[in-house]
């Protein structure tokens, strides 16, 4: 079955070059995801099509009123017999990463809602949320940039979304390190030579070589990766030889 994302935002347009193009676009006409867009404009109630007021208490800029919210959410549910995961994109949520974006992956239904002005209405966030998904630690008008990477990141985990399934096991973050160099044709240009090992022939000197390669810019790089790739790849201490902790299980 196919998985089914809906996108609610005052912007759907923003969304059709990245659901057209590429990955996303070729999963979609494969029928490995169905993508919705919803316009959350299209569930105000009054004659100006208002979705934002003044806060409560004062202070400046404006908040995204529950009532449109809470009805394009309710009214994309009810489309589907699945409910869906209602994540919230704003800077407040859990950083996105690959392991939250393959939890993703797993679901049969994902609704992200994308904001615009200073924030959404506390109770969106209390009672309507699932979860709360940030892209990064800076600010940006809207939660649509960051509700594209989460369609794309996801979309090509899904099964027959990406050529060749190879790729996306062998890719630098599922093993913990960040890529090695890579290289192709020509073998120099402006001077530069591709480094010989990897015009040598011997895929066991190859494979040593890049794995050399991605931990040591792992080391250098992201030593907060690296920490925790030491950490993963450390076999069971003599003490504790069965890994089930210090002392002898029966
Ligand atoms: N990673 N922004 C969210 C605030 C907002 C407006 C309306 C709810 C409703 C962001 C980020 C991000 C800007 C999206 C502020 N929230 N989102 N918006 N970084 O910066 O996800």
Known sequence: MAMRIDILTLFPEMFDPVLSTSIVGRAAQAGAV???LTNIRDFTRDNYRKVDDAPFGGGPGMVMMCQPVFDAVEGVQAQAPERGTVVLLSPQ?????????EELAELERLILVAGRYEG????????????????GDFVLS???????????AVVRLLPGAVGEP???KEESFSMGLLEYPQYTRPREFRGME??????????????AWRIEQAQQR??????DLWQEYVKN????????????????TP
Not at 120 to 135: G, N, P, T, W, Y
Not at 235 to 247: F, K, L, T
Request: charged letters at 35%; glycine letters at 10%.
């Open 120 to 135: 959404f209405d506390d109770r969106i966030r209390q009672s309507l949320a699932d979860m709360e998904v940030s892209l």
């Open 218 to 223: 792992t080391r250098s790089r992201r030593p």
């Open 93 to 101: 949520g859990r950083r996105l990463d690959q392991p939250l974006v």
């Open 34 to 36: 169905e993508i919705h």
């Open 142 to 152: 809207g939660g649509e940039i960051p509700a594209m990477a989460v369609v794309e």
């Open 233 to 248: 790849s450390q076999s069971p201490r003599p003490e504790d030889a069965d890994g089930d902790g210090p002392g002898e």
């Open 166 to 168: 190879d790729s996306i």
């Open 194 to 207: 591709v480094p010989d090992v990897l015009v040598s022939g011997d895929h066991g000197r190859i494979d």
